[in-house]
């Protein structure tokens, strides 16, 4: 099993360019988290789903949208990137209940010049 | 403020020492996280309770309700324990909060 994975690994964009980070699990999870961290602050819940076919907002959502259009996938999309999206972003998954044990991702370090 | 508080910020002992470290937060919760961070950035899950005491291998977790505290143990520390751990809270609104971390060296 190769758990949580995510890709791309490391990217640097332009201000206005647009992304998509991509989320995957093996584990037949039914909860998904994308989380970013930065220097000094705790992880901040940008979107998480309960579901597939289904996303809620979190404590940072603003300049971001989701999409789980299969179980197995958690997509983060950035439309207009902007400088202050400079940050690691984190997946994760969770089996039992949404916000239970959860099982993270290596993480996506985004550069917005 | 941050609703979770951790300390010490940072930390270093020596190979064989006690480890603690510190979580408080403000209100009722239902559960709280420890999570390890790897130098490497990999996050790990350690523990969830909502009380009492957990234990697994030199890690052990309490949690005291009335005090709104948590600490985590590390007995007999070893270098690779050198990590940022992470204290999460989720309380009764449905968010899961995080603390900022503390930062753990230990040396040989």
């Known amino acids: 099993n190769a758990g949580v994975t995510q890709t791309p690994k490391f990217r640097v964009l332009k201000t206005g360019q647009s992304m998509t980070l991509l989320c995957a699990q093996d584990?037949?999870?039914?909860?998904m988290y994308w989380y970013r961290q930065d220097p000094g602050m705790g992880l901040r819940l940008i979107h998480y789903s309960v579901g597939e076919g289904t996303t809620a907002k979190g404590e940072v959502p603003d300049g971001y949208n989701v999409s789980r259009l299969k179980k197995q996938n958690f997509l983060l999309g950035l439309e207009s990137a902007a400088p202050s999206q400079t940050s690691v972003y984190f997946c994760?998954?969770?089996?039992?209940?949404?916000?239970?044990?959860?099982?993270f991702g290596p993480g996506t370090r985004l550069l917005v010049l | 403020k941050n609703e979770v508080e951790q300390s010490p910020q940072n930390l270093t002992a020596q190979e064989g020492e006690f480890i603690t470290i510190n979580c408080s937060y403000s209100v009722g919760i239902s559960a709280l996280h420890w999570l390890q961070q790897h130098p490497g950035g990999g996050i790990v899950s350690l523990f969830m309770l909502s009380s009492g005491k957990k234990k697994h291998g030199r890690l052990i977790a309490t949690i005291n309700i009335q005090e709104k505290h948590s600490s985590l143990h590390i007995t007999a520390s070893h270098p690779r324990d050198s990590a940022v751990y992470i204290c999460?809270?989720?309380?009764?609104?449905?968010?899961?909060?995080f603390g900022t971390g503390t930062r753990l060296q230990v040396f040989p």
């Open positions: 994760a998954s969770s089996y039992s209940s949404v916000w239970g044990t959860q099982y």
């Open positions: 999460a809270v989720r309380y009764n609104t449905d968010k899961l909060i």
């Open positions: 584990m037949n999870h039914e909860y």
